[in-house]
């Protein structure tokens, strides 16, 4: 069919002119991509809704129209030569479907942040693109299976709002809690693939997404909705005004989203022992005169939610479902949730848009947003560690000791094998005691597995029952008891420390940021664009008490400096008493330390003021084969910590350095930091509050990008994008121990010690990637096909866990760290007749380390980290190789297909059903496991460890001349590996890559294969009623074959079992035990079936 | 516009539902947590179908310790050297309580605390009988749990499925444990059955705190050396009434008073000089607790009136570990009349071979006393004074010396 159109013969010219406007309602589409199949030509309609394409050829030709809510349209026409034609309207229906997986995405996006710092485990990427039908396919259907774009932590990708830079300096993710719940403010973005050309910023190896939100887009009129969901929230409503743009020329918006859950106390039911409350405000206004443009926005949603915890499989296993929650428990009959996050984004913005001329424009903004975000985590303090899923409370704690050595394994008849239950490696069960003596038969335990008959059968049956029956007193945190304690120290120890607090961890962000974009079309064929962009950010951490519960007050020294005091003082020569501060969080000559409710902020106090700079140059070339863009930045990053508080462990450390007369004993401080420290101390005024600011890193960043498109025809086209780029660390990966002192970790340079500009790139991570697309359009199938390549150099990695071989906290600096992405994406989407649609979409990728890693270990309060076993000298930073080379990263599953049937008829029915497939996604290894020196025997610098993977007596690998090269190990499923040792052209052993190590990462899909599909399904009902109202209604389930194998990730815990070797002297004692598997991995769970039913009314 | 109305009302509704359903349950407070004495009749009836009995402590070890135990098996044996056949001794063992029938209880009040690190993962607790002491040690796996179950703090604990066992000789409430730790000096005489710590959240299920905890409701018995001695056999006869004396003193919460620090350690029964070495590197260096190389003995340092002698048992891994001795310095020890007074603490016997008993070879050093702190680092068990009359003052080992 074609469309009628009217012809106006102006100008000499072919042109085509047209109106995009929303179904029904008639409110122009700002911001639809227009595009020209068959002349690939493209164009974004206006603040009105109206589109011009000049420079044509005369033919039929197909319109695509495409923008984010809608569905495409595809209209046909033929166009005249030699004059304007003029389209009839184009109208667009709203998809309703998608605009609910887009709000979906964003609440699953925002309850994903489970740490203190609002970092996800494994966040799924939000962004999508309806422009892209592999971005389209792919960010809802895999966002289940957290699928990341091409393999990259979330850190890569950049997000704007208006031009501005909203990714946190610190950590580089975006805050998506800032927007919670509101879906309006979230609506309009345009999503760049990595590495293309871009008019908001220079963009990167990611995807840059840049949300829109001036007012004019909004649709006239009121839209008010509820939605219903079995998630992590129960019900949302809402409601948004749109005012339009009125003939003043200002145009209004605002939203008010509330969303809320009581506690949940249906053990084993999504969201169980979480309450969720959050308002999201959002409020933008618009002006539109002349050539001008501008928009002031503020949004915010102060939101109070529960967390949950990832787990060991055996809890898994006990309770007997994935949505078990160890952070709550009854309290006065009440489901109480000890860690609850209190989020509060304001942010406002302002943009001024000129039209210069036709052939130029500018847009400046600037922001400003406050972060507020906090979570409460229970402390305590000579007391029990309450944690329900502690590893000594759970039933396989009685398995330590009784587990075989495993070099032992080849006598089979001694051993009680398991019974082929994957999930429980840890297998195999001594047979008989070290004198020889057999010890009879074992059992099989309530939960179905075998246990060694040297387990007390009783005493395991009945932890297993009261797990598996949920007794609240083993299960969930016994808040009596907390209390109990409390009340009861307060009569024995009423000045003391209370056994238990609840404290709120607060990781609040303050930033400014600024841009500027000019850009101009002046040449033929030549669009220049130039962007200078600013930030300034502090990231605020402090601790503040959330409940004494019932303690009289918490007493502000830390627990592990604490416990440690007779060794530290004993190590560094002192004693208790000469070094009784270094428990103390903060020193001062006029504070006790002690803390009571509502009180001072304790334990840290401390900012990391960043700041950012970034200027870029882009030019882009359009021919009518090819189209060439490049672009240049240059970027300045620099960041510097202050704390008001002089902590005990910093103190302790540089009083370590000066007794021993180091030059750099200031490192801990900052230079200027140490002087007035030091003038303090000796005149004995250490004053409370008094800021220390320490040194400052600064870090220059060049990158370069270049890409071209070559059209084959209007309906196949090619694209090349490569970039090379270097990226600062960041905060979070940049400082040791940035709750305690300044020092860094090394290559990061400060004014006075950098020799030259090379050094401020020193620490930098180097990367180079390439893409190549090949695009096709039909009217009946179109879609894409990419292969990329990224590889990556010098990264950095900051890890803290308990060192059970040092014996206390221990921070690892990782350094030199290489990554390679290379992969397939590939989509298609087929139009079947009239009603039908199937996409088809694939990412099959290779995401893994090409390089070891060097790590530097200290301990958080300074103890020793070994001892020289020669010199008997305490070693207080070793230095050692983890080896990674050849280890698949963690950022979701590198193989994913979907195939999605859509269905679409005339009369509004939606529906689709996706049937996903994900694979090869692996276990994040903790650096820990992977040390040199635990195969090896010698670490990098020398030192030896003390015990290996193995024991004493264990059947070494040896060369030829009796050097002791690697002991056999026990994978995963219980089988042996020994390691087959090489050596490299120094003498130094290595492993084989990538077969030994792999062998041993643990792989995340599901053993049956069928439980690696995830299938979700939607059915939607749009109704029009008279006077431009409608009703829609949204039904989309997902995982609806309720799968609930699905791991989406988990971690190894850093910690290794270890034993005390009696008789051995100090830190010669330690050695690695049998039971290799005493800190097991914790996994998430997708959640089973789980629904969200919207229904929208407009009017 | 009649129908914005509406919106309106939403709008203005939901800060208000927001606000009134997001708050947490109440604070508790005493009441709520510790069980009243009037209504434990009533909640232990009701927990009980079957009936249930409070047992005095004593009576406790009566009725269901066995001299051989019940657990142990020939193919699962107890550790090695428990055992003697010469009188059919066993210094291990472990009997298994009911679990199912009528409830089992003891109560008692809490005497220990293990803040300044002398006991750890151990308690005992005190039941006063007709004006006596009666005690029991509690073995749990529960690290710092004196920071939940305080001194002073009357527990009642329902023992069905719990054990009761003799570790070294000492009763104490456990659960049977496997010893198989390789890493153990003379690990092969050490493997098998013992009593071992009650699960942490296995014993915070059973155990209940009965009123707020009150340190002075403890008795302590206060004596001389000699009247201890009058009434403990200072060698152990192994005969059933002497071993069950021995077994019923063992957790006793005393006094010793009159006492002073001799300087001198027990060397594997005969009595030694303490040197002025760096307590890391010699096991008799005369502070409290010296390195015993991560073996992790209590190390004895003796305590005498002029004419009985007693250990004063520490643990290295206690925080007052290398505070010297009451009369030591970095020069050695000054004995009487410098620095006497009280030790407190508990009473201890502690023999875990049984030929050792069997063969009468013993020295008389197995008793001891465990005191819970010294003044300044927990509870202040150590009370010595000068001719002077002036408070002995804990000071610490200074490397700065060596």
């Not at chain 1, 009879?440 to 008959?453: A, E, M, R, T, Y």
């Not at chain 1, 050692?880 to 049937?901: R, Y």
């Not at chain 1, 190990?969 to 590996?977: F, L, R």
């Not at chain 2, 875990?352 to 068990?381: F, H």
Request: glycine share 8%; proline share 3%.
């Amino acid at each position: 069919m074609f469309v009628l159109t009217l012809s106006v013969a102006m100008m000499a010219q072919t042109s085509l002119k047209g109106r995009v406007v929303a179904d029904n309602t008639g409110t122009p589409v700002v911001g639809a991509k227009v595009t020209l199949a068959n002349q690939d030509i493209s164009t974004t309609t206006n603040a009105t809704g109206e589109f011009t394409l000049l420079y044509l050829e005369a033919m039929d030709e197909e319109v695509l129209v495409e923008a984010d809510g809608f569905i495409a349209a595809l209209e046909l026409i033929n166009l005249q030569a030699d004059r304007t034609n003029v389209m009839n309207d184009v109208l667009l229906q709203p998809d309703i479907v998608a605009q609910a997986q887009d709000e979906i995405l964003l609440n699953l996006t925002e309850e994903e942040m489970t740490d203190d710092e609002g970092r996800s485990q494994s966040q799924a990427s939000s962004s999508s693109a309806s422009t892209d039908v592999f971005n389209s396919n792919t960010s809802f259907a895999w966002s289940t299976a957290r699928y990341r774009n091409r393999g990259y932590q979330s850190n890569v990708e950049n997000y704007y709002i208006e031009g501005l830079n909203f990714s946190s300096q610190e950590r580089g993710q975006f805050n998506y809690s800032a927007m919670g719940g509101l879906n309006d403010a979230s609506r309009y973005k345009e999503v760049l693939n990595p590495m293309e050309a871009t008019n908001f910023t220079f963009g990167g190896i990611g995807q840059s997404t840049n949300y829109l939100m001036g007012a004019s887009r909004y649709a006239q009129g009121w839209k008010v909705g509820a939605a219903g969901t079995n998630r992590n929230y129960k019900a949302r409503v809402n409601a948004t005004y749109s005012s339009g743009v009125m003939p003043s020329g200002w145009a209004v918006t605002a939203q008010l989203a509330y969303r809320f859950s009581p506690y949940v106390d249906n053990k084993g039911i999504i969201g169980e022992g979480i309450k969720y409350y959050s308002l999201g405000y959002f409020l933008t206004a618009e002006k539109i005169w002349d050539n001008k443009r501008l928009k002031l926005i503020t949004f915010g949603a102060p939101t109070e939610r529960g967390q949950n915890a990832a787990v060991t499989q055996e809890v898994y296993d006990l309770t007997g479902s994935n949505n078990y929650n160890p952070y709550w428990g009854y309290q006065d009959g009440k489901v109480r949730n000890s860690r609850i996050v209190k989020s509060y984004d304001p942010t406002v913005i302002a943009t001024f848009e000129y039209k210069i001329d036709e052939q130029q424009w500018l847009k400046v903004a600037a922001g400003y947003h406050y972060s507020w975000y906090s979570n409460s985590a229970l402390n305590f303090y000579n007391a029990p560690d309450p944690r329900p899923d502690y590893y000594r409370n759970l039933p396989s704690f009685m398995w330590d000791g009784q587990i075989a050595n495993p070099n032992n394994v080849n006598s089979a008849d001694l051993l009680f094998e398991a019974d082929g239950k994957t999930h429980y490696p840890w297998g195999l069960f001594i047979g008989e005691d070290m004198n020889g003596k057999s010890l009879g038969s074992g059992f099989i335990g309530n939960d179905g597995n075998l246990v060694g008959p040297s387990v007390n059968k009783e005493q395991y049956n009945n932890l297993v029952d009261l797990w598996k029956n949920r007794d609240n007193n083993t299960t969930q945190i016994n808040w009596d008891n907390i209390y109990a304690a409390n009340y009861a120290n307060n009569i024995n120890n009423p000045d003391g420390a209370a056994r238990y607090i609840l404290e709120r961890r607060h990781n609040d962000i303050q930033e400014a940021n600024a841009s500027f974009n000019y850009v101009n079309t002046k040449y033929n064929h030549l669009k220049m664009t130039l962007g200078v962009e600013g930030k300034y950010s502090q990231g605020i951490h402090y601790k503040t008490i959330d409940d004494l519960l019932g303690g009289n007050q918490w007493i502000d020294i830390d627990a592990f400096a604490d416990r440690d005091i007779k060794e530290l003082a004993s190590n560094s020569g002192f004693t208790q008493e000469d070094i009784a501060n270094v428990r103390k969080n903060e020193i001062a000559d006029d504070y006790d330390n002690v803390v009571k409710a509502n009180g001072r902020r304790f334990g840290y106090d401390y900012r990391i003021n960043m700041a950012n700079a970034k200027a870029w140059f882009q030019n882009e070339w359009t021919f009518n084969e090819v189209d060439l863009y490049y672009a240049l930045a240059f970027e300045y990053n620099s960041m510097q910590r202050t704390t008001n508080m002089l902590n005990g462990r910093a103190w302790y450390l540089t009083k370590i350095a000066d007794e021993k007369t180091y030059n750099n004993s200031w490192i801990y401080y900052g230079k200027d930091a140490y002087k007035t420290i030091k003038a303090a101390e000796a005149a004995g005024k250490l004053r409370a509050g008094t800021t220390y600011v320490g040194e400052a890193h600064y870090f220059l960043d060049p990158a370069f990008k270049f890409g071209a498109i070559y059209k084959i025809n209007g309906r196949n086209r090619l694209k090349l994008n490569a970039l090379a780029e270097t990226r600062a660390p960041y905060a979070r990966d940049a400082y040791i121990s940035q709750r305690v002192h300044d020092a860094v970790v090394k290559n990061i340079y400060t004014h006075d010690n950098a020799k030259s500009l090379v050094d401020f790139y020193a620490a930098s991570e180097k990367i180079v990637s390439a893409d190549l697309t090949y695009e096709f359009n039909y009217p009946i199938v179109r879609g894409r096909i990419t292969g990329f390549f990224t590889q990556s150099w010098n990264g950095t990695e900051l890890n803290g866990y308990y060192d059970d071989e040092a014996r206390t906290f221990v921070n690892q600096a990782m350094t030199g760290i290489d990554k390679r992405y290379m992969g397939v994406e590939a989509a298609a989407s087929v139009k079947m007749g009239t009603y039908f649609t199937l996409t088809g979409v694939a990412s099959v990728g290779d995401y893994r380390y090409t390089s070891d890693a060097i790590a530097v270990q200290s301990a958080e309060n300074g103890m020793p980290m070994t001892q020289d076993m020669t010199t008997k000298a305490l070693v207080f930073e070793t230095t050692d190789k983890v080896l990674l080379k050849g280890l698949k990263l963690s950022t979701g599953p590198q193989v994913n297909a979907s195939l999605k049937l859509s269905f679409f008829h005339p009369k509004m029915w939606f529906a689709d059903i996706t049937v996903s497939y994900h694979d090869w996604n692996y276990l994040s290894v903790a650096p820990s496991r992977r040390m040199q020196g635990l195969f090896t025997g010698t670490r990098l610098d020398g030192t030896a460890v003390n015990g290996w993977f193995g024991d004493d007596n264990a059947n070494a690998i040896e060369t030829s001349d009796g050097m002791v090269l690697l002991q056999p190990t026990i994978n995963e499923d219980g089988s042996v590996n020994y390691n087959n040792a090489v050596l490299d052209a120094n003498g130094v052993p290595v492993l084989k890559y990538p077969y030994n190590i792999m062998t041993m990462q643990e792989s995340l899909a599901a053993t049956n294969p069928l439980n690696r599909f995830l299938i979700d399904a939607s059915v939607g009902k749009l109704i029009y009623l008279p006077n431009r109202q409608s009703v829609s209604i949204n039904l989309s389930v997902t995982n609806l074959g309720n799968n609930t194998h699905f791991k989406t990730g988990g971690y190894q815990q850093a910690r290794l079992p270890r034993a005390v070797r009696q008789g051995e002297k100090d830190y010669q004692n330690s050695v690695i035990t049998a039971n290799a598997w005493k800190y097991p991995s914790k996994y998430y769970y997708a959640w089973g079936v789980n629904f969200f039913l919207t229904v929208t009314y407009k009017f | 516009m009649r129908k914005s109305i509406y919106t309106y009302a939403i709008l203005l509704a939901m800060p208000v539902v927001a606000m009134l359903t997001s708050c947490e349950p109440r604070g508790l407070k005493e009441d709520d947590v510790f069980v009243q004495e009037g209504s434990l009749d009533e909640i232990l009836k009701a927990e009980n179908p079957e009936g249930y009995k409070i047992y005095s402590l004593n009576e406790f070890l009566d009725t269901y310790m066995t001299e051989k135990g019940n657990f142990a098996s020939d193919t699962c044996p107890y550790r090695d050297r428990s055992y003697d056949s010469k009188h059919d001794l066993y210094m291990f063992t472990v009997d298994t309580l009911p679990t199912k029938g009528s409830g089992i209880y003891i109560r008692g009040r809490v005497t220990t605390d293990d803040y300044a690190g002398n006991f750890y993962k151990a308690m005992v607790i005190q039941q006063i009988v007709n004006g006596e002491q009666q005690n029991l040690r509690i073995s749990v796996d529960l690290g710092s749990a004196g920071g939940m179950y305080q001194i002073g703090q009357e527990i009642l604990i329902r023992c069905n499925g719990l054990a009761v066992g003799r570790y070294a000789n000492q009763p104490q409430l456990c659960v049977p444990s496997y010893n198989n730790n390789i890493y153990a000096m003379n690990a092969s005489q050490k493997v098998g059955w013992a009593p071992g710590r009650i699960e942490s959240s296995v014993f915070q299920r059973v155990t209940r705190m009965i009123g707020t905890p009150d340190v002075n409701k403890l008795q302590y018995d206060t004596l001389t050396l000699s009247q201890l001695y009058a009434e403990i056999p200072l060698v152990a006869v192994p005969d059933a009434a002497g071993m069950d004396k021995i077994r019923k003193a063992d957790g006793r919460l005393v006094v010793i008073k009159g006492v002073w620090f001799t300087g001198e350690f027990d060397n594997n029964g005969t009595l030694a000089k303490c040197d002025t070495l760096h307590p890391d590197s010699s096991s008799n260096a005369n502070v409290f607790a010296p390195t015993t190389n991560n073996v992790g003995y209590p190390q004895s340092r003796v305590i005498s009136d002029g004419t009985n002698k007693l250990m004063c048992s520490n643990s290295e891994y206690s925080k007052f570990a290398y505070y010297y001795l009451p009369g030591a310095d970095r020069h050695g020890v000054t004995e009487c009349p410098n620095w006497r007074g009280s030790v407190t603490g508990i009473l201890g016997w502690y023999e875990d071979k049984a030929s050792d008993l069997a063969d009468g070879k013993q020295k008389g050093y197995e008793w001891s006393v465990t005191p819970r702190g010294i003044p300044g680092i927990g509870v202040a068990d150590v009370n010595m004074k000068n001719d002077l009359g002036e408070s002995w003052v804990p000071k610490e080992f200074d490397p700065k010396d060596y």
